[in-house]
């Protein structure tokens, strides 16, 4: 089987690492992939939001699957693409359709998808130009903060949590004037929820599903979680208190209504399904849904899939993922990401990198690096993942700060914290 995986990050690093140990695997291309890919496969020069350079690319190489890992081709309705195209409707691709894609691409419709299936959300109101009038009186209904929200993607950047009611009224009007582009057409006005977040991944052949392990990930810049938010500085799997109590309410609750709300909703989802939860006093509650594996938390959960992930994505692709096994470690993984000294505000790209040759029992993830001639350099914020296993989350931790502390390039910069309030 020929895999062309979509995306340039630590996911489709992670992911070509782990697909490349597939005795069912021959050949893989990374579109556009990153230094790091280009060790296990072939990176092919196309931008995964061009359907037709993706399309040359299938049918020149062979492609047998598509695996798609960033969020906005699936939104643009790559897979949609893909089954209209008389040359590429045979080709299985691993992602949702861009209604169903929704979930992730739209607060609004992801909002009412979990109201009408009754599934636990922070209880929520959308707005736009016609009925922003009512806004106010939403939100002083509201006990403070206010979290607000720009209904399309934006690049993370879209979510506003605001404690004065006058703050939050302008923030309303800001985002429907335009602030976030068109992604703030609609704003959702949300409840605060306090408690721990967690990240809850499945992979469904939009039949049955494969709980896959959960993640940690830690999103403000700085130690003590603190400073702006970011794509995601490290994180760690399993999660301490999401016990087997715990996610048995994680799948009754919450995994189970999705699907059956998804067949009643006549949506068909292949795919990655990826819960953002928050724990409120030992109840799980849904922050939000993407349409695709996380990163960092595919750094730490894919090197927790001890068996062949091929067998996951064969079984979506044949429609049969109920007749596959696999199989989780039950070691610890914690994963720290390298970023660059600015991120996420602006950095410089070009940096040499050393000391990847010193680095023991872990392994390193490529996020942002390219080669410049044979030198390995920085490309982007968030540069390389430092990916550890050990029988305690303390073992796992230290192996990767160990060896993030080899590691080096000009403004280098790292949290010492990831794991810690676990
Ligand atoms: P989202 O893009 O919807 O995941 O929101 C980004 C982040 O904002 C989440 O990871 C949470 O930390 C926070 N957040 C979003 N919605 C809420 C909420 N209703 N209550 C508390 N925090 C929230
Ligand atoms: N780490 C969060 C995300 O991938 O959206």
Known sequence: ???????????????????????????????????????????????????????????????????????????????????????????????????????????????????????????????????????????????????????????????????????????????????????????????????????????????????????????????GDTGLNTGGMGAVSPVSFADSKFMDKVTKRIIDPTLRGLSEDKIIYKGFIFFGLINVGGDPYVIEYNARLGDPESEVIIPRIKSDLFELIEGVANGDLANRTFEIDKKFVSTVMLVSGGYPGTYEKGKSISGIDLVKDSVIFHAGTTRDADKLVTCGGRVLAVSSWGTSMKEALQTSYRNAGLLNFDGVYYRTDIGFDL
């Open 1 to 223: 089987m020929n895999i062309l995986i979509l995306g340039s990050g630590g996911r489709e690093h992670a992911l070509t690492w782990k697909l490349a140990q597939s005795k069912k695997v021959n050949k893989i291309f990374i579109g556009p992939g990153n230094a790091g890919t280009s060790e296990s496969g072939t990176n092919l020069k196309i931008n995964p939001e061009s359907f037709p350079d993706i399309k040359s690319a299938v049918l020149e190489n062979n492609i047998d699957i598509v695996i798609v890992g960033p969020e906005a081709p699936l939104t643009m309705g790559i897979s949609d693409f893909f089954l209209n195209d008389p040359e590429l409707k045979n080709i299985p691709l691993i992602g949702p359709d861009k209604t169903a894609a929704q979930l992730e691409g739209s607060k609004d419709f992801a909002k009412s998808f979990l109201t009408r299936h009754g599934i636990p959300t922070a209880a929520f109101r959308t707005f736009d130009k016609t009925n922003v009038t009512e806004a106010p009186a939403f939100l002083r209904s509201l006990i403070p903060p206010y979290v607000i929200k720009a209904d399309g993607l934006a690049a993370g950047k879209g979510v506003v949590i605001v404690n004065d009611i006058k703050e939050a009224e302008k923030e309303v009007e800001a985002m429907l004037a335009g602030k976030f582009g068109a992604a703030g057409q609609k704003v959702v006005i949300e409840q605060f929820l306090k408690g721990i977040e967690l990240s809850v991944f499945i992979i469904t052949d939009g039949i049955s599903y494969k709980l896959l392990p959960e993640a940690k990930d830690y999103k403000r810049i700085g130690t």
